[in-house]
């Protein structure tokens, strides 16, 4: 049974030039709708208890406070004792009313989505908010007693130096803020950006810019534990633990994605149709064998790596066997066995993307 749940938002106050997620600019009717169908869909949900709940956007803290504790109340009777409740906010709304309904509702973790630091930067990519409102905006969650939080990031911007990322890695250091999750720009085609025919950085500079990014993160204690995340004191995601350690999660939403029962799901990206006909999933159907390749593509993204013991208990595959090629050439470099764990090594995390190309070529 899923113990973790994520539910999907898909209102913004604008559109981003990067973004390709499922989000609109929508009426309050539109919202009451939507919030309707959220209720439908969690109440045809199996779900008894939740170690982690994850509101993503789109821009979560864009909902009224009543809105917000509407969609929050149907779920909060789940949470187990030590759980951990995730809202992604955009700083260019959050608010002390907000911040406030928020501690009163049990929220345990932000995540700002700060992007950068530098104004110019900011207004290219379409964002609304300044670097000065981000960071009164961490201060002010602070102050309301939100101590658990995580920064986002993104390298590779058009016209981002190598010493504006450095830059950017300074201020936030500064903040004493323990988790960092940080991209680089994708172009997706139907971004604005993508419409418009931009093009992301050359690959020489965004790979200077990660080299850099993990030397700086690593310099300020903070340890790589997931391809694109950074944490001190062991403030890791516990709910993005659950995706990269092949458990079942509920997807909640329009444009939400779950997996229930081992079976993955993406509900219908249209908010029209959801708020008429609700989350309409297409069911993805997958072989034992892909199961089983997206389960090390999920644990080699992470520092903790892949039970191998339990892997090949559940897919009833012998790893050593299958893979004994791609464990031949990457094994001592790129890759590190450990008490039957497979981690990949720093050097491993930058050449990932070709390691699992060798992995699914020999499943
Ligand atoms: S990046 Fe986030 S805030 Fe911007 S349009 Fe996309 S979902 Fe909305």
Redesign the pocket.
Known sequence: MAKSCYVHI???????Y??????SVSSNAVKEKWIDQIHKEIQSKPISSLDTLYFG???PNILSKEMFRALSLPLMEFLDSDYEWTV?C?PEFITENQLQEFQQLGVNRLSI?V?TFQDSLLQKI??HHSSKQAMDSINLSREFGFHNLSVDLMYGLPGQSLDDVIRDLETFFSLGIDHLSIYSLQIEENSIFGKKGICSCDDELEADMFEQIVKMCKKHGFEHYEISSFARNQQYSKHNLSYWTDQDFYGIGCGAAGRENGILYENTKDLVSYCDRGPMPSFISETIQERAFDSIMMALRTQFGLDVTAWQKRYGLDFFMQYKNVLKKYLGTYLCLEKNHLFPTEQGMEILNTILVDFLSEN
Do not use: A, D, L, V
């Not at 898909?10 to 981003?16: E, H, M, T, Y």
């Open positions: 898909p209102f913004c106050g604008s559109i981003c990067y973004c390709g997620f499922c989000k956007g789109g821009t992604e955009n989505g992007q379409g964002r």
